[in-house]
């Protein structure tokens, strides 16, 4: 099953011609994924105590169709655990008449906050830190 969480476009997320700004996706997408790693048991509060942090190297948005003021969207977010030290996580910012809005993709790993470095199998990490690590796809 895909996480999603609701969102609604907001009158002072949008660009000059009335659309949302095309940054505003990439915060949608990272509230998505840091609601995901919450509902997993996940916090930012366990996760600095693990001494580890999630971190995006890349993003990649292809934007399908303009969200205006008021527009409601669900934020679908789910990860792709490979192997090495980083993963893929997809989501989709759809409204809610299926219309998609939004196509997100980025590659994460997991940072050991001490050595400022990836760790190895990040997988394994999130999944000794959950307490849901089903929702994460583990």
């Known amino acids: 099953m895909t996480f999603s969480t609701p969102v ?69 977010c789910e990860f792709d655990w490979q192997q090495g030290k980083t993963f893929r996580i997809r989501q989709e910012i759809r409204k809610l008449d299926g219309t998609v809005a939004a196509e997100v993709s980025a590659i994460g790993g997991v940072i050991d906050l001490a050595t400022r470095k990836l760790v190895e199998a990040p997988s394994e990490r999130f999944r000794t830190l959950a307490e849901r690590p089903g929702l994460l796809g583990l």
């Open 8 to 76: 609604v476009v907001r009158s002072y997320e949008l660009d000059t011609r009335g659309h949302l700004n095309q940054a505003v996706y990439v915060q949608y997408a990272e509230h998505a994924r840091w609601e995901l790693m919450r509902a997993a048991g996940v916090g930012h509060d366990k996760l600095l105590a693990s001494g580890v942090g999630p971190v995006v190297l890349e993003t990649t948005i292809k934007y399908r169709h303009e969200l205006r003021s008021g527009d409601e969207v669900r934020i679908t």
